[in-house]
């Protein structure tokens, strides 16, 4: 091997582009800048309404130095309670529900019609957010915490039993044929080929949609389903700020507690 | 978790041994008091009757749902466009907010663990906690009710999300990268610019991605308490008992829903 | 010139991983460090580039202080000295010619670098680098694209476009195979003579060090306790820095066989991060 080198003519470099064909390139690019344009020039912003709004803005932010816990102290317990009895209630009923509908969206598992069904339960229960199932589950149960515990519920079997479906399929499909080869029944494969291989990473799971119901409890309540939020959105009516500022707080370290916590629990359960 | 017990001359065999079996019986009926509990709490307030009846009431709205206002899709386009603006542009401003954010809660980028970092945990957790509908509340209160008000809300919403997991990539990346680049002589901006945001930038804008597509969904009900979209006119329609436009925009929404996952699927395939 | 004395190095975990050091490196020299895990040769580099703040002593080279350097002196003299790191360290998500580029890193600003606007002379030197190393054809694959015998190639390049005085080489060949492992060996001595660049090359192979180096450093528990010629390496000297063994057939006997270097072995796939499921599913 010889040590010299030829002398190379100078090249210029320059970074090779993400997206190679330039045509493509230059479309996404325009596109995307049209599209930008488009989109600011048709959001109407009344400035005179944001600059005439901007002392009522100080005013919420001054709101919280300090809070006001006192005033509509029994309320807001009301509202901490009856957002937790519908947390948990919610929950439970949820995943059990979603058990059956998680397995029957399973590709692996379920025939075709009993899979496009619980596709399309999971579909629409994913693709509306709370808020709108609330509005139609408080017109049919009327005001309260129970519309809010079958909206939770709901919503539930649409994030359960889609990550449930998931792992089904994804998972190791040499283990749970073994345990059919033994001539295991259709609940006992289910029991012993498919559970064993889904179950930690569901509890995990289950822990963290605990958390998420906490946190939507507290906008099912704005549209009559009960819970904090309803006492929320009250002190928004009455202009009471510091009120609202002292629930506020009081939603963020419950979310944070529960968070900590089931991150804890997880830990401890896998 | 098994065990064999040698008690007996003949094995008997427990997937648990008694005192773990105690402690797991012990948790089955402390979770179902707890369950119970609530449920009569719950059951408390509610009217019964009006749950039995529901549902013929259920039925009762399928069948003025029924069909759908199809004519009435020509009012909704500028909603629609709306809803998927608040979505990308609040998903923009979050963007833009978030990366600092992360880059100081990070703990092996920030500035100052003891004062940057508790701070910026906490914009982290704050932004989080509230729901883009609470933040719509109090941001048409503040600004007053339309489109302007959305954006802001799903950008406050959405900074939580998208620092947090973006952090936590920092936090995941491979350190001798970045300690290589830094033996090269380079200041603290290149030792950036080089070892972290390349090994980040997937991350990055798949979490982008992902963000934006749950936004166009939290955007269809911003309309409700006034902040513009889709949920404007669906409040107004429900408002009416107009049950037939209220089916369309539903379908428009489910439609519109899927279609948007269908795109960050894609876009955060190309991505990866 | 490098000159280390009373290096002393204690961890914030307590570990005491240097004990007094004191060494000379003249200029030109390839040294080997070799010691058994632990003994605290990784921790002696990072100290001489100062990755790792010395507890104590000095380190000057060519008459420069390095201890104590604040931060702006303390860059310009790490692009002084070029470092190759064991598992390549290549920031994996940048194409060849960025991860040789951001060896003059030291050299350009901020936003020309972040711009990737580097001089034409840098941009001739890194193919000319490449291609002394055989790998001017891959400028613009992606660092993970590699296999390693191409990757700690790369690592080479990067520390040399530095145009160092110095280079520090930590483990090498510690990730690959016996043949690759001398390829490398050999191009980094080949590369020292033809730059007249002085090393200090931290090794596990005793039989690499001895074909390589022209000096060899055992180091025990943080303490030098040999320093001489690769051939004065008899069995006791090993049983000395490693412990018992039988080291008969550990050294080297005949003079090493001249390979030509050939090139490409196959490359790696590029691993894809994946964004965890679970995370983002619980934060809906
Ligand atoms: N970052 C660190 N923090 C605390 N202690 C460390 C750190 N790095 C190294 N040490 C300790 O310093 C001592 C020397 O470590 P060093 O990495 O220098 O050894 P080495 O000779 O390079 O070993 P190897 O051959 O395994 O690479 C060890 O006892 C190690 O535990
Ligand atoms: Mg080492």
Redesign the pocket.
Known sequence: MSLTVPAIPSRPWKKPPLIKRAWLRWTLILGFALYLAAAFGTTNVNWARVWEGMPRGMQFVTAFFPPDFTSRWDEIVDGIAESLWMTVVATVVGIALSVPVGIGAARNIAPLPVYYFCRSILAVSRSFQEVILAIFFVKLFGFGPFAGFVTLAFATIGFYGKLLAEDIEDMDASQAEAVRATGAGWLQWINYGVQPQVMPRMIGLGLYRLDINFRESAVVGIVGGGGIGATLNTSFDRYEFDTAAAIILIIIAIVMLTEYSSGYLRRWVQ | MMSKTLASPKRSWQRRDRKTQLTVWAGYLIGTAIFVFCFQKISETTIWAFVWDAPAQAADLGSRMVPPAWSYIHQLWRPIWDTINIATMGTLISIVLAVPIAYCAARNTTPSVTFLRPVALFIIVASRSINSLIWALMLVTIVGPGVFAGIIAIGLRSIGFVAKLLYEAIEEIDESQVEAVRATGASAAQTTAYGIVPQVMPAFAGISVFRWDINIRESTVLGLVGAGGIGLELNAAITQLYWTQVSLMLLVIIATVILSEWVSAKVRHAII | MLRIKGLTKR???G?L?LKNIDLDVPDGQVMALI??????????I?CINRL?EPTSGTITLNDTEIVGLRSGDLRRMRRRMGMIF?EYALVERLSVMENVLSGRLGYVGFWQSFMRKFPQSDIDEAFRLLQRVGLDHMADKRADELSGGQRQRVGICRALIQNPELLLV??PTASLDPKTSRQIMRLIKELCAERKLSAII?I?DVMLAQMFAERIVG?KL?EIVYDGPPDKLTPAVLTQIYGEEDWASTIRKADDDAEPVDELAPARPAETPVIERDRLAGLT
């Open positions: 961890y914030r975990t570990d991983a010691g058994p895990s632990g003994a605290g040769k990784s921790t002696v990072r790792v064991q930590d483990e931290n596990h180091l943080g």
